[in-house]
């Protein structure tokens, strides 16, 4: 790739800091330092400068600067870093000394990653691990995302694009030496067949994980459900140890979820108070029912909350995992209803069971997410990994067809995979991909 613009832009937080950094990468970058701050300093070392803004020699900072030739940089390219002081008033003087330079820019969000994509430095897998270590609040989305980074899943796609290349480079020898009379076309027809079932099977297992790698990224939802003073309200500020919900005694207090996201053992977890389930003619009331009965139909795990003289909750056709919980487990001593056996029991009033009942959630949490060692981590690689298998399922289901339809459909099959690290239709992703990431990444 070939740019002629030169990007900077803040690769550190704004606001009052100890440390800002600028980064500035394109063909002038070292035109730029020597600008600011005089000669070149050595190559990957930190070294002390006054910058001087070029346009008046007006002393700007004194910063540290460091100097990355390429191509051996993060974005491929000619880069420089300016350690400054991290005060606003620092930083804006340095961003507007770099506006004014020739042929300067301010980067847009992941203008130097997508650099970095570009130039070969990374895939498009690795540049939205990128994006999810920068995103990540918990240690297994932190795993995951490093994984990801590391190439996990770009060397099993590599891997997988090299067999379906390999399959395709046969089938277009067959039909180039379809006419040679010492050419066993059913023997290799056997062998192309095979290898492509074999490969089919390698994706379809991969793609079969119950979407642990998505569900990693956006978190694993548990929907607390039960009748009117079940104790939903009061149990959500007892878990997340804050007043997030109002508790009172009026039936019908909560009418839109509520959501409150925790850190269980580095997983993400996210407890939804709804809206308690009972028939009503009050339309609110009745909309915010209508509401939570979604939220359940949605849920990774309902915990079905049952109070003292309470039933069952009606959860309706869910077909979700669901914990039963004995909420006010305080007050069951003076209640006519024994407890069920096995049964989880809480009290937020006197905080017993609750370790219990956190543990109990941060074991579903684990097995539905796993330990962030999913393969396909986002709905675009499950999207391009499904549409190779089904280009593979019309493969072997016209066994037999047409040689030229064959390798129509191994082409089809390599292009899809070819999409999950950016290898083929790159461009029709990079804007929507890099939209999401910081400025000065």
Known sequence: MTETETLFAPASGFGRAAVSVIRV??????QVLVALGGPLPPPR????RTLRDPADGMELDRALVAWFPGPDTYSGEDMAELHLHGGAAVRMGVLTALARMPGCRAAGPGAFTRRAVLNGRMDLAEAEAVADLIDAETEGQRRQALRQLDG???RQVAAW?????DCLAAAEAALDFSDEGDVDESGLDAALFGRAAALREDIATALHDGRRGERLRDGFFVVLAGAPNAGKSTLLNALSRRDVAIVSDV???TRDAIEVRLDLGGLPVFLVDTAGLRDTAEPVEAEGILRSRARIGAADLVLALVPPGGAMPDLGEAGVRTLTVHTKADLFAGSSQDMLPGVLAVSARTGAGLEALLDAIQAEAEVGLGAGDALVTR???RAALEACVAHLDRLLAGEGALPELAAEDLRLAVRSLGEVGGHVGVEDVLDRLFSGFCIGK
């Open 25 to 30: 990468s394109g063909p002038a970058a070292g």
């Open 45 to 48: 070392r930190m070294s002390l």
């Open 152 to 154: 996990a899943l770009s």
């Open 251 to 253: 039936p019908g207090t």
């Open 161 to 165: 694009r090299a067999e379906a290349i």
């Open 379 to 381: 709905a675009r690689h």
